[in-house]
């Protein structure tokens, strides 16, 4: 079955050391959003794209953070300098269309910053 | 400021009982809402949804009860299964935007 896919599952990071982290949506959603869970459960938005145009991000992802889905290659999201606060599950979902809140996450990238 | 609020926090029910989850909106906006299931170290699946013009959604063993008036909703798992152990998430999202809101969790346990 198509879903979802984030990798690497688990990564840890130095403060100041750059994260990355990929994701595969599920085949045929060409919309795509960036999630932040953090340990007390709180989910933050943090960018969505529809194929490879960004839809909406917040103002936090434009500074240290950054984030792509080229064609024809998995979906991004970089952390350029990492700090503590950055510790959270980083969730992946795609969706099938725009304006839907119909989401389907991966597995997520748990990032430890040191 | 939390738009979208559960209680409670944590809920044990026997293996067999009826568990109710309960969620509340403060955005007049809101009109879908999707409820997750989270194991741990997972990503959240999504279990069922219901528009804000329906007052009732129903899947198998899985319950929405909504009500626009009050902004309030509940999830009703009945015969409730240990493997439904999970945190759940109520969410909601205002038509014509992608952005889903989340509440807290509800940490379920159901005990054999």
């Known amino acids: 079955n198509s879903k979802v896919i984030q990798t690497p599952r688990y990564l840890v990071k130095g403060q100041g050391q750059k994260a990355k982290m990929r994701c595969i949506p599920e085949k045929g959603h060409p919309v795509v959003f960036w999630y932040q869970q953090n340990k007390n459960n709180e989910f933050k938005f943090l960018i969505n794209f529809q194929n490879q145009e960004v839809l909406q991000q917040i103002d936090m992802t434009e500074k240290r953070f950054s984030a792509e889905c080229p064609s024809n290659s998995p979906c991004s999201l970089e952390i350029q300098s990492s700090e503590a606060g950055d510790s959270a599950l980083y969730l992946c979902a795609s969706s099938h269309r725009a304006n839907t809140g119909q989401l389907y996450f991966g597995e997520g990238s748990k990032l430890t910053v040191l | 400021q939390q738009q979208v609020r559960q209680s409670p926090q944590s809920l044990t029910v026997w293996e067999g009982e009826t568990a109710i989850l309960n969620c509340s909106y403060e955005?007049?906006?809101?009109?879908?809402f999707p409820w997750y299931q989270q194991f741990p170290g997972e990503g959240p699946a999504l279990l069922i949804s219901i528009l804000s013009v329906s007052n009732k959604k129903e899947d198998g063993r899985f319950t929405i009860f909504f009500n626009k008036r009050e902004k309030k909703l509940s999830l009703h798992i009945a015969d409730s299964q240990p493997g439904d152990s999970a945190t759940y998430f109520c969410?909601?999202?205002?038509?014509?935007?992608?952005?889903?809101?989340f509440g807290q969790g509800t940490v379920l346990s159901v005990i054999p």
């Open positions: 969410a909601a999202n205002p038509g014509g935007n992608n952005k889903l809101t």
């Open positions: 955005n007049s906006a809101f009109d879908y």
